[in-house]
Structures are given as C-alpha cells and as structure tokens.
C-alpha cells in the first residue's frame, strides 16, 4: 500500500508542472492574440526605410532653392511620393501579418492619424496664399508628428516615439533661423525614417 501511494504522489508530482507549463502557454497565447486584435502591427518598417531615403534625396534637391515655390513643389512632389510608398508597402505588410487595413486596429491609427494631416495640408494652402512658405517646415514636422503619436497609439511602441522626436524638431526650428527649415525636414522626414524603418523591421518583422 504505501509503494502505491508513493507512486500515484509521484505521478501527481510529475504532473503538476506539465499543468501549469499548459496553462502558462495557454495564457501566453491568448495575451499575444489579445494584444495582436487591439495593436496595428502593419506599420511597414522598409517602407519608413524608403520613404527617408527618397525625403534625404528630395532635401539634397531643394537645397539652396532660390524660389520658395520651387522648394514647396519639390516637397509637395515628395509627399506624394511617401504616401504612395507608405500605403503600398503597408499593404503589404497586413497581409504578412494578417491585420487586414480594414481591421478595427488599422481603422483605429487611420482616424488617429488622418486629422493632423489635413490639418497640415489646410494650413500649407494658407501659408502658400499669404507667402510664409518659410514656415513650413514648422508646420509639416509638428503636425505629422502629431498624427504618427496619434495614430501610434493603436500601434507598436517605436511609432509614438518617432512622432515624439518629429513634435521635437518642429519645437526646435521656432527658434532656428528659416535657412535651418530644408535640414530639419530632411533629418527629420529622412533620417528618422531610416532609423526607426530599420528598428521597426527589424522588430516587428518588415
């Protein structure tokens, strides 16, 4: 009798962590799944990576641009560019990680992220028609700013700082000279593009 119950104590013994290893991986699963069905994965890391590398170029092109409305077109040009880069590579990207764009997550960052920027185009239209183009860059790096936060907030950790640092180069080109505005945009559009489209692919897979 007591070489029995030895026995079914070691069975149950031996059990024990095998039940609360199943348990650990059942909870485990369920917080990924969890926090894939309220975070907006999709955010494509190479394609930030492009998008900088085409503002680094549109910033080399601008550079000394005598006429404030070459300059605007050049930037204008490239922000039609990286829309069209981000929304394609985004796509993508959902369909590798299987968040579809009509998802409540990426529905959530686009109404996130969808005002700040039509701020920014209404106010670019205002500053064009009364000739302040010169503040521009102000506008264009606190406002997209803004919305990468915004939207970032249904979206994976790095997004939210990204925008941070862009909020912090439009602080810092208020007390800049105008001549500064074409660098900061291209440090900014360009450069922290880069870092984070690589930290971000990198991370979160592509």
Known sequence: MGTIHELKEKETAASTPSLQGRAMDNLEFIRDAMQRSTEFTAVPGYGGVLIGITA???????????????????????????FSIGLLTMWQKSKMVETPLSSP???????????????????????????????????WLTLYGTAVVSGGAYSVRAVPVLGWLFIALGAASVFLPAMYGNLLMATGFG??????????????GG
């Open 56 to 82: 680094i170029g549109a910033g080399i092109i601008a550079f000394g641009q005598t006429a404030n409305r070459t300059w605007l077109l050049i930037w204008l040009i490239e922000a039609v560019l990286a």
């Open 191 to 204: 450069g922290l593009h880069i870092i984070f489209g690589f930290l971000i692919a990198r991370k979160y």
């Open 105 to 139: 997550p990426a529905r959530k960052f686009a109404l996130g992220f969808a005002p700040p920027i039509i701020a920014g185009v209404i106010l670019t239209g205002l500053f064009f028609f009364n000739n302040l183009i010169g503040y521009l860059p102000t506008v």
